[in-house]
């Protein structure tokens, strides 16, 4: 008799594995991508995604300046899309501005000439105005040559001081 419960046990198990190497072969999967952020005293680097299979953008935000610039990196060599913006201009600070950025994830709508909407944004906060500000961008898939500037959109802000 226990030799029966021994083969029954291997039987659940083979039949365990097949049906789970046929679940993991049929069941879409994604890929894990970490998006990444530093920063300094002076200055903070993020990335952020442009597309499904793209390469993800990073963006690097001058905190003397205020100015927030990108580029996409692609595959043909070197960075063929670049973004700008003047953060200082867009959150009305003259002096000692003080930056927070993080990247995330944003479901844009539309997009036109130019380029597809990326579904990465970049979140900027600053502490003197108490405002936060979601930047995007728009890329062209598979750009193989450099693309002409273009200057990053701004989707929304918020305040974060002084609210309820």
């Given at each position: 008799m226990a030799q029966n419960d021994r083969n029954k046990k291997w039987l659940?198990?083979?039949v365990g594995t097949v049906f789970?190497?046929?679940l993991s072969y049929y069941c879409?999967?994604?890929p894990a991508y970490a998006e990444s952020a530093s920063s300094s005293e002076r200055f903070a680097m993020a990335t952020a995604k442009s597309g499904i299979?793209?390469?993800d953008a990073v963006f690097v935000l001058d905190m003397v300046s205020g100015r927030l610039v990108g580029a996409i990196y692609s595959?043909?060599?070197g960075f063929t899309q670049t973004y700008g913006r003047n953060l200082a201009a867009d959150f009305k600070v003259v002096e000692n501005a003080q930056y927070v950025m993080v990247t995330g994830?944003?479901?844009t709508a539309g997009g036109g000439t130019g380029g597809t909407p990326a579904t990465g944004v970049i979140y900027v906060g600053e502490l003197n105005s108490g405002i936060v500000g979601c930047?995007?961008?728009l890329f062209t898939p598979q750009a193989n040559r450099p693309v002409p500037t273009r200057e990053l959109a701004v989707l929304g802000t918020?305040?974060?001081r002084g609210g309820p």
């Open positions: 659940w198990l083979g789970g190497l046929i879409p999967h994604e299979g793209q390469s595959p043909q060599g994830f944003a479901n930047y995007g961008f918020f305040p974060w």
